[in-house]
Nanobody
Framework: VQLVESGGGLVQAGGSLMLSCVGIEGAFSMYAMAWFRRAPGKQREFVAAISKGGGRPYYADSVKGRFTISRDNVKNTLYLQMNGLKPEDTADYYC???????????????????WGQGTLVTVSS
C-alpha cells in the first residue's frame, strides 16, 4: 500500500496540528499502522501505533497524553492529532504499515513495512 502524509507545518509551542496519512492502492484496513518521526541529526523514533480495527493504541512516553492516533478505514486514512506541541516535537513525521515481523506492541522501525514520504512539523518556541 502506498502511503501519503500531509498536515505538517509551522506552529508555536503549545499549539496543535493534525497529520493525515492516506493509504492508496492497498488493503489499508488489514494492517496495524503507526507514526514515527525523525528530528534533525537523530534516529527515527516511534510515536504511536493503532490496531487494524482502530482500537488499542499505544504511544511513546514522550507524547503520551498530548498526541492521539486514530484511523478511518472507510477513508483509508490514519490520523495523528498533536496537542501541546513542544519545540522538541520538531521532526519529519512518517506513517508506516505493519511489516512481516510485526507483533502488536512493537515500536521498532524494523517491525514496519511500507513508509510514506514524510511531512515536516516545526514547533517554534
Amino acid at each position: 500500500v502506498q502511503l501519503v502524509e500531509s498536515g505538517g507545518g509551522l506552529v508555536q509551542a503549545g499549539g496543535s496540528l493534525m497529520l493525515s496519512c492516506v493509504g492508496i492502492e492497498g488493503a489499508f484496513s488489514m494492517y496495524a499502522m503507526a507514526w514515527f518521526r525523525r528530528a534533525p541529526g537523530k534516529q527515527r523514533e516511534f510515536v504511536a501505533a493503532i490496531s487494524k480495527g482502530g482500537g488499542r493504541p499505544y504511544y511513546a512516553d514522550s507524547v503520551k497524553g498530548r498526541f492521539t492516533i486514530s484511523r478511518d478505514n472507510v477513508k483509508n486514512t490514519l490520523y495523528l492529532q498533536m496537542n501541546g506541541l513542544k519545540p522538541e516535537d520538531t521532526a519529519d513525521y512518517y506513517c508506516a504499515r505493519e511489516g512481516r515481523s510485526f507483533s502488536y506492541g512493537m515500536a521498532s522501525p524494523d517491525a514496519f513495512g511500507s513508509w510514506g514520504q514524510g511531512t515536516l512539523v516545526t514547533v517554534s518556541s
